[in-house]
């Protein structure tokens, strides 16, 4: 069974998770792929309403409830906020559109998917014109207050977040954020996020931690970078007879953090869980520190050089993340 972390709300959250962006997968495949997962062992679940698995999960879920299979408070169901819904006044309706296709009373953990807004109807990711130049994330972190208050929410956290944006953040929230998402691998190993979130309590799980976008988003991120072909995690791996995959995930375990890999592939999702009982050495972490940095995905579609909010990368990451 997959081991367990307390939130800084007491929430424990399973230390890995099952990403489900699915571009290409029809929606009984999803389901039935998720099905599986639960199967083989897996009781963190990772959507959004970008994604387009709320349902599949859903129904997934239904059915492993009504077998048997698990119990509800077995499951732990991660979903996000899309840019289209980040007002306060849209908060609502989105959440309430999610549990519906999640056939949910409640989230376990809801999640300011960007720290951006655009205009209404966007359901893909948004062309540099339809991000909006205002986002009010005091007047939405209330909101998710409220329905963590109203029993809708378990846990309230925001994903792409630098250490500056949580600062901002922090000085208005009265629930802590409980998790911040970030892509996150050996390739980008975010130490001083790591190290500002530790401090403040907030758990990071990283999303991308094998750098295998799903097919249809190839565009979007960095093909130079890839984990399982990194020359270092490829050594290590064949000196601990594991996969490559088992190597990066290992490691994002031992830095403290969760990581959310999607793999439809049932070979695959037992081998992802096969990292409990063995670790790296001291020399193996040595050598993965030393890998060359870079994003898989520098979200350049998330910046505005017009009328921002942010104009730059630079200000989008706050300058973050360039060094191990």
């Given amino acids: 069974m997959v081991r367990s972390v307390k939130l800084n709300n007491g929430s424990s959250l399973p230390i890995l998770g099952m990403g489900t962006v699915a571009l290409s997968e029809s929606q009984q495949q999803v389901k039935d792929a998720l099905l599986t997962a639960i199967q083989v062992g897996y009781r963190h679940f990772d959507t959004a309403m970008l994604y387009g698995t709320e349902a599949a999960l859903g129904d ?5 409830f009504s077998t048997g299979l698990v119990k509800r408070e077995e499951i732990f169901v991660t979903t996000k906020l899309w840019i289209t819904d980040n007002h306060p006044a849209a908060v609502l309706p989105a959440l309430q559109t999610s549990l519906r296709k999640l056939k949910l009373d409640y989230v376990d953990l809801y999640l300011i998917h960007w720290p951006i807004a655009a205009k209404d109807g966007i359901m893909t990711l948004p062309t540099k014109d339809q991000i909006l130049p205002h986002v009010d994330l005091k007047g939405v972190w209330a909101e998710l207050e409220h329905f963590v208050e109203k029993g ?3 846990s309230i956290g925001v994903s ?5 944006k949580l600062e901002s953040l922090l000085s208005y929230a009265k629930i802590l954020p ?48 890839s984990v399982l072909k990194d020359p270092i995690i490829l050594a290590i791996a064949e000196q601990h007879a594991k996969s490559p995959a088992q ?24 081998e992802n869980l096969e990292i409990f009982d063995w670790e790296l050495t001291d020399e193996d972490r040595q050598k993965i520190s030393t890998i060359p ?13 017009a009328t921002g909010p942010y104009r730059t990368l630079q200000e989008l990451w706050d300058d973050e993340g360039d060094s191990v």
Avoid: D
């Fill in 293 to 305: 940095q870079a994003r898989g995905s520098c979200a350049e579609f998330m910046v505005n050089e």
């Fill in 60 to 64: 997934a879920l239904v059915e492993a």
């Fill in 160 to 164: 792409n977040f630098s250490s500056k």
């Fill in 247 to 270: 190597i990066a995930l290992r490691w994002i375990i031992e830095t403290g953090c969760i990581p959310v890999p999607k793999s439809f592939n049932k070979s695959h999702m037992s």
């Fill in 152 to 154: 809708l929410i378990k």
């Fill in 178 to 225: 409980a998790v911040n998402q970030v892509e996150m691998h050996p390739c980008w190993q975010q130490k001083q996020l790591r190290e500002y979130c530790k401090n403040k309590g907030i758990q990071i799980t990283a999303y991308s931690p094998l750098t295998s976008p799903a097919p249809g988003a190839e565009v979007y991120f960095n093909q130079r970078i």
